[in-house]
């Protein structure tokens, strides 16, 4: 009872094949189980499954050695490239408090993996996966994190201020404190310009980085070859914005509302 992503594996994996170099389909049938969350009846895309389902016919047909402590998650095309898939970085972060070393993911995800400090092996078609199976390294380097400084698109240094105002006073304290901030006046007094430039005056830990990242991968909005998320988050949802858009809730998918993207920075409600 999958979802049209889980139903459609067999084709992705049996055409993926086809288009390798590694002969004819496996002739015995195979039954492959998918395990997929099952949290307060939610689910995710599965389809990051495609590739290890590959690998474990292959390996189940002898054609493959699959090296101990490495994951494998991409989704597969009909002619067998490697694509990308949401969430890698939560996901290589619990692999790795699992003990695994390294993880094989399509090229693009790359940076993002590494970011978490996992081994992360790029491969852009199903031939090179074999291939790097074929002579997989005795030794792999550990990747050098390092964040990047975080990135200002708006600073509050830009506002002009009269003579006297008292509201920047209460614009710091909320920033310093972490406290809501209701803002009024008339249309195109400066509501919006000031609440835009408040995530110039937070700081990020690396902790909240990391779950922001993880967040911002989740939800499929971590732009691609990028490692982490570099800015303190600002989101403005439209004024008709749902509930489950602000918040989540829906029943058959697991995706971030407006209140998590806004995690570690500031949510503007107009």
Same mark, same amino acid.
């Given at each position: #009872?999958?979802?049209?992503?889980?139903?459609?594996?067999?084709?992705?994996?049996?055409?993926?094949?086809?288009?390798?170099?590694?002969?004819?389909?496996?002739?015995?049938?195979?039954?492959?189980? &998918?395990?997929?969350?099952?949290?307060?009846?939610?689910?995710?895309?599965? =389809?990051?499954?495609?590739?290890?389902?590959? #690998? =474990?016919?292959?390996?189940?047909?002898?054609?493959?050695?699959?090296?101990?402590?490495?994951?494998?998650?991409?989704?597969?095309?009909?002619?067998?490239?490697?694509?990308?898939?949401?969430?890698?970085?939560?996901?290589?972060?619990?692999?790795?408090?699992?003990?695994?070393?390294?993880?094989?993911?399509?090229?693009? &995800?790359?940076?993002?993996?590494?970011?978490?400090?996992?081994?992360? #092996?790029?491969?852009?078609? @199903?031939?090179?996966?074999?291939? &790097?199976?074929?002579?997989?390294?005795?030794? #792999?380097?550990?990747?050098?994190?390092?964040?990047?400084?975080?990135?200002?698109?708006?600073?509050?240094?830009?506002?002009?201020?009269?003579?006297?105002?008292?509201?920047?006073?209460?614009?710091?304290?909320?920033?310093?404190?972490? %406290?809501?901030?209701?803002?009024?006046?008339?249309?195109?007094?400066?509501?919006?310009?000031?609440?835009?430039?408040?995530?110039?005056?937070?700081?990020? /830990?690396?902790? /909240?980085?990391?779950?922001?990242?993880?967040?911002?991968?989740?939800?499929?909005?971590?732009?691609?070859? /990028?490692?982490? @998320?570099?800015?303190?988050?600002?989101?403005?949802?439209?004024?008709?914005?749902?509930?489950?858009?602000?918040?989540?809730?829906?029943? %058959?998918?697991?995706?971030?509302?407006?209140?998590?993207?806004?995690?570690?920075?500031? &949510?503007?409600?107009?």
């Amino acid at each position: #009872l999958g979802d049209a992503g889980s139903r459609e594996c067999q084709i992705r994996v049996r055409s993926a094949w086809d288009s390798s170099n590694r002969g004819d389909f496996a002739p015995h049938a195979n039954t492959t189980v &998918l395990h997929t969350s099952d949290m307060l009846g939610m689910q995710g895309p599965t =389809t990051h499954l495609d590739l290890p389902v590959l #690998l =474990t016919v292959a390996w189940n047909a002898g054609l493959v050695k699959i090296p101990e402590r490495v994951a494998f998650a991409a989704e597969l095309s009909l002619d067998g490239d490697l694509r990308g898939f949401r969430g890698a970085a939560p996901m290589a972060r619990a692999l790795l408090a699992e003990g695994i070393r390294a993880m094989v993911v399509p090229r693009s &995800l790359v940076a993002e993996v590494e970011a978490t400090g996992m081994v992360g #092996l790029g491969c852009n078609h @199903i031939n090179r996966v074999f291939d &790097l199976l074929d002579d997989f390294p005795t030794r #792999l380097k550990a990747p050098v994190v390092t964040h990047e400084p975080m990135v200002t698109k708006r600073d509050f240094a830009d506002v002009a201020v009269t003579e006297g105002a008292t509201w920047p006073l209460a614009v710091e304290v909320a920033a310093a404190g972490g %406290h809501g901030l209701l803002l009024e006046g008339c249309p195109g007094s400066g509501k919006t310009m000031v609440a835009s430039r408040m995530p110039s005056l937070l700081a990020m /830990t690396d902790a /909240t980085r990391a779950e922001v990242t993880d967040l911002y991968s989740a939800a499929g909005l971590l732009p691609e070859d /990028t490692a982490e @998320i570099g800015a303190v988050p600002f989101r403005a949802p439209h004024h008709p914005c749902s509930d489950v858009g602000l918040y989540d809730g829906s029943r %058959h998918t697991v995706r971030s509302g407006e209140c998590s993207l806004a995690h570690g920075g500031v &949510l503007f409600m107009d």
